[in-house]
């Protein structure tokens, strides 16, 4: 997270402009696309849900100016717009022609670089590239749309990737939620500048649009996950294209799965296929290369169920299992360096009194509503409301305190309880649709009762599809 920075993080973000610009600012990452409205190829300009941003005065670094720079962009694009379109839409972000992509790194650099290229070398003139990379990774994410305008090895940096690798090799992430209360909508939220951003429509079908959803972010990806026709397919936003693509088919298509990312990799584990045969299979996701690898089998089937990364093993937790399709209160652990599944008893959170007493049909209540803070599982009771620690020493779970009073849901259906970074994240809306507002409310953990802070609400009519938290 970003709540204690360092100089070089500080001295970046006057430059680069404020943190308060969003992610969304990334006109110039994606030059010639002027209609920021309008969906093109699946692809536009993430756009921020406020009615005014503050932007700090541009300062300079080392002589090295971006309001100068951004003047310069501004000419030369006015020029390029009288010589023809031709040439702004060649430099667009996701053209496949490997020429035309070329003339538009060209023109950022003659936008940034002027005739001097050594300073596409150094990143920032002056002190070099190493220096120039340890300061940008202390940068949020929110200013690298800025960062990206300056030059085309700026904008190469952001764009491939390499930028949030480095980061995540420095140990330096930044969590952001991103959920839908909408069929094809997304939006995200930074918790720490507490800014909304609103992403491309999802491409789709009808069918695939009325389905039942499920999502998880994992690297600088998010994917969704539901059917068309009879066919498991997912969607695949990527962060660093803004934009939707069909994402690569499982070797196992499967639903109803527990799911957990760390880094650039996610595993899947149980779910039903198409004929709706509970799994007991699994898969490993990753988001640099888009690969699929079969993992060995775990000890049970299991469907509607839960996973987490802890102490660098991944966890399926809970579900429905066995021909009968009772509850599992146990949980599996895989260790990804001896690849294999054990058994753990009574790890899944114990049903709630009240659904105990009404007698509920497993398959009627959501998954396992847990996530995991600095290497401890915490789960969510949304009947009685409360809020549980698992000890690993006893194996055993203990209520530390309340959920926030806006965390309604049916069932647990419509509330999101997720990690993000060191906090937790509960998100909740209206039980019935028709309007109000879902609340977003954070809890660091410490040794006391949760106390909650409401970092902002938002109007919806329906409560919450899905949510995930990419952190990168």
Wanted: proline share 4%; hydrophobic share 30%; aromatic share 8%.
């Amino acid at each position: 997270m970003l709540e204690d920075r360092s100089v070089d993080s500080c001295l970046l973000s006057r430059v680069f402009s404020s943190s308060c610009l969003s992610e969304s600012k990334w006109s110039f990452m994606y030059p010639g696309g002027d209609s920021d409205s309008k969906l093109v190829n699946g692809k536009r300009p993430l756009e921020v849900v406020e009615d005014s941003l503050t932007r700090n005065k541009s300062l300079r670094l080392t002589g090295y100016s971006i309001a100068e720079e951004k003047e310069k962009y501004d000419s030369d694009k006015n020029q390029s717009e009288a010589v023809g379109e031709e040439q702004i839409d060649d430099a667009s972000v996701g053209d496949s022609s490997e020429t035309s992509t070329g003339q538009g790194e060209e023109q950022l650099d003659s936008n940034s670089d002027g005739s001097d290229s050594s300073d596409s070398h150094s990143l920032i003139q002056g002190i070099g590239r190493d220096n120039s990379i340890n300061c940008l990774i202390h940068c949020s994410r929110s200013d690298y749309g800025s960062i990206a305008s300056l030059n085309r090895t700026f904008r190469s940096l952001v764009r491939s990737g390499e930028i949030y690798r480095l980061r995540r090799q420095s140990g330096f992430v930044e969590h952001w939620v991103y959920f839908s209360c909408q069929l094809l909508e997304w939006v995200a939220f930074d918790p720490v500048s507490r800014k909304w951003m609103q992403l491309p429509t999802m491409p789709s079908s009808v069918i695939f649009m009325c389905s039942d959803k499920e999502s998880l972010a994992v690297g600088t990806d998010l994917l969704v996950f539901g059917k068309d026709d009879s066919s498991h397919v997912i969607y695949r936003y990527s962060l660093l294209t803004n934009s939707w693509s069909s994402g690569m088919r499982m070797n196992s298509p499967r639903c109803l799965f527990g799911s957990a990312s760390l880094g650039e990799i996610a595993i899947f584990a149980g779910g039903c296929d198409s004929y709706g045969k509970i799994l007991d299979s699994a898969e490993m996701y990753n988001s640099e290369h888009q690969t699929w690898t079969t993992l060995p089998r775990m000890n049970k089937p299991r469907k509607m169920c839960s996973g987490v990364f802890m102490d660098g093993k991944f966890y399926v937790i809970g579900g429905i299992g066995g021909s009968d399709s009772k509850p599992l209160t146990c949980g599996e652990e895989y260790d990804m360096e001896t690849k294999k599944w054990t058994e753990i008893p009574d790890m899944s959170p114990p049903r709630s009194n009240a659904a105990r007493e009404s007698e509920m049909p497993p398959a009627a209540e959501a998954p396992p509503l847990v996530a995991v803070v600095n290497n401890e599982l915490y789960a969510a009771d949304h009947a009685d409301m409360e809020v549980r620690k698992y000890d690993k020493e006893r194996r055993k779970w203990f209520t530390v305190g309340r959920l926030p009073e806006r965390a309604d849901s049916v069932n647990g259906w419509g509330m999101a309880f997720r990690a993000c970074g060191e906090r937790l994240i509960v998100i909740g809306g209206p039980k019935n649709s028709g309007g109000g507002f879902i609340e977003l409310n954070s809890w660091i953990p410490s040794n006391g009762p949760p106390h909650w802070t409401l970092l902002d609400r938002k109007h919806s009519a329906n409560f919450v599809y899905n949510c995930a938290v990419m952190g990168c």
